[in-house]
């Protein structure tokens, strides 16, 4: 098969997949739902209240080309290389929960965060006394429903907290994929199949 064909191929199946995708990559939306992430948290890393572990990773792609709305500098990142910074949030059992691939890698990880659809969903609920929050690095913004390492400890427990955090965000960083893609749609439906992979890992029965 020559190049041209497979390129052709894969943004038919991209399409398929965009067109035929039913939430596999979702927020929880239901109170049982965000219990029983609350419940695989705390039994693992000992931290009440958690719902995911937000974090930005550079996917790198083909340097594009110059237009209108594209500024190809835009998606230099500082490592040196074109990139889509892509924010992302796990669950507890490294499902992808929420996505976001819409900026250059230029942009800062606080930066995508501040006009994330998942923080604006969380200031909604947290509004209405929601008792949640996610689990970010010491580049996210301290916030009343997202986590973050303290920066200077000075008593026990904040070293303890820091040590199981620091070992949830660990244990549940996303697998850092670097490959070319040339769309932000192509980096999104590797997640929504990597969710579908994940969910047939756990429910078939692969021994038989």
């Known amino acids: 098969m020559s190049q041209p064909t497979i390129s052709r191929c894969i943004e038919y199946i991209c399409k398929l997949v965009v067109e035929r995708k039913h939430g596999e990559v979702r927020f929880p939306n239901s109170v049982e739902e965000y219990n029983r992430i609350k419940t695989g948290f705390y039994s693992k890393f000992g931290i009440k209240g958690v719902i995911g572990a937000i974090d930005c990773t550079h996917v790198g792609i083909i340097a594009p080309a110059l237009s209108n709305t594209v500024v190809p500098h835009d998606y230099m990142n500082r490592k040196g290389y074109y990139s889509i910074n892509v924010e992302a949030v796990c669950d507890d059992e490294l499902i992808f929960r929420h996505v976001n691939a819409k900026f250059p890698g230029s942009c800062h990880d606080s930066g995508i965060w501040t006009t994330s659809p998942a923080r604006t969903k969380l200031i909604r ?21 997202l986590l973050t390492p303290v920066a200077k400890t000075e008593t026990p427990n904040e070293q ?29 439906i590797c997640l929504y199949l990597y969710n579908i992979s994940q969910y047939f890992t756990k429910t078939w029965n692969f021994s038989k």
């Open 160 to 188: 303890n907290f820091n040590t199981r955090h620091i070992r949830a965000t660990l244990s549940l960083h996303f697998k850092r994929t670097y490959i070319a893609v040339q769309t932000f749609q192509s980096c999104i």
């Open 125 to 145: 609920e947290h509004s209405d006394g929601a008792f949640k929050w996610l689990l970010g690095d010491s580049g996210c913004p301290l916030e009343p429903w």
